[in-house]
């Protein structure tokens, strides 16, 4: 196996097609792992990783600290909300103090677009994007195309739809840029409010309507409405939005076909997605957040190996 391209991991749109391969065969092998009884391996036993989140997290947060713990790295964990950071400390110097502590690695979430880009030209350590605002969340994107590959046998030719608010998700921009490197077809699907005008030069197909979407598509990724990154209403009212764009069991079993349900998560039952379809045979929901600890397992494997 080669080595991956990056010093770091800031983002979909940097990474290469072989790099995002071998993150997937390394997953391949960390799952096996940590379906065993004994989970833990001493693969990064030398390592201390600091978690950094200035944004909340439930998914992405455990799923690293649990990689981190089944490669057998010292775990360091911070959180803005009680940290020094209300008194008035920069990013900078917060993550220098941190890393004078001797950590290796940084796994970063923060609401400005760009954080992480702007972080690895002032510091040494490794840094892994843990998503920054509207920007990218490359190991979301991983997860999301590892278990795409794993349910359907390939990424490459498949139609991924990724319906909801574009606009604001860092999800769909990893999304589209790992797919489209990966063979896929993808097409972004919600109101003309939600989905911004430079999104076609990227060479995703646009639609509007919810149903044509789901015709056309292998795999549905049902996004969150992110009204905390919303200044202005791009909506009437959440009830409008789900009746057009919600996906319920009526609408999935008028398909004459099986498509794959997917979201990252923390979902709005009754909003993007209803309870029935989010707990179907057709949502693989769970399976994505599995996923997520053997992809973020493997990238960290990864970028360790370059040290
Ligand atoms: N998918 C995702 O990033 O979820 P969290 O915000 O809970 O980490």
Not at 105 to 130: D, E, T, W
Not at 212 to 229: G, H, P, S, T
Request: glycine share 6%.
């Amino acid at each position: 196996m080669g080595k991956f391209s990056q010093r770091h991991l800031l983002g979909i749109k940097e990474i290469s097609v072989d790099d995002i391969e071998m993150v997937f065969e390394t997953a391949d092998n960390f799952k096996t792992v940590i379906n065993r009884p004994i989970k833990k391996v001493p693969s990064l036993r030398d390592l201390t990783v600091a978690n950094i989140f200035f944004e909340n997290s439930t998914r992405t947060r455990i799923s690293f600290e649990l990689a981190q713990k089944r490669l057998s790295a010292d775990v360091v964990n911070f959180s803005a909300s009680s940290s020094s950071v209300s008194k008035g400390e920069t990013l900078i110097d917060t993550v220098k103090n941190i890393l004078a502590m001797k950590v290796d690695m940084v796994v970063m979430r923060h609401p400005a677009p760009g954080a992480c880009v702007f972080l690895s030209k002032h510091i040494n350590a490794q840094i892994i994007n843990a998503g920054d605002g509207t920007h990218e969340h490359p190991t979301q994107a991983l997860l999301d195309a590892f278990s795409i590959r794993e349910k359907l046998g390939t990424v490459k030719g498949k139609k991924i739809a990724i319906v909801g608010d574009i606009t604001h998700s860092r999800v769909a921009l990893s999304n589209i840029y790992c797919l489209q490197k990966l063979g896929a077809e993808v097409m972004v699907c919600g109101p003309t409010t939600l989905i911004p005008k430079y999104i076609s030069s990227l060479g995703v197909k646009v639609e509007h309507d919810l149903m044509k979407a789901l015709n056309w598509c292998d795999a549905a990724n049902m996004l969150r409405i992110q009204l905390e990154r919303q200044d202005i209403k791009y909506f009437p009212s959440l009830r409008e939005y789900s009746m057009l764009y919600g996906l319920d069991k009526q609408r999935l079993d008028s398909l004459n076909k099986e498509i794959l349900i997917m979201h990252p998560g923390p979902i709005n039952r009754g909003v993007e997605i209803t309870s029935d379809v989010a707990d179907s045979k057709h949502s693989i929901i769970l399976d994505q957040v599995e996923n997520g600890v053997a992809i973020r397992m493997a990238v960290m494997f990864l970028l360790a190996g370059q040290q």
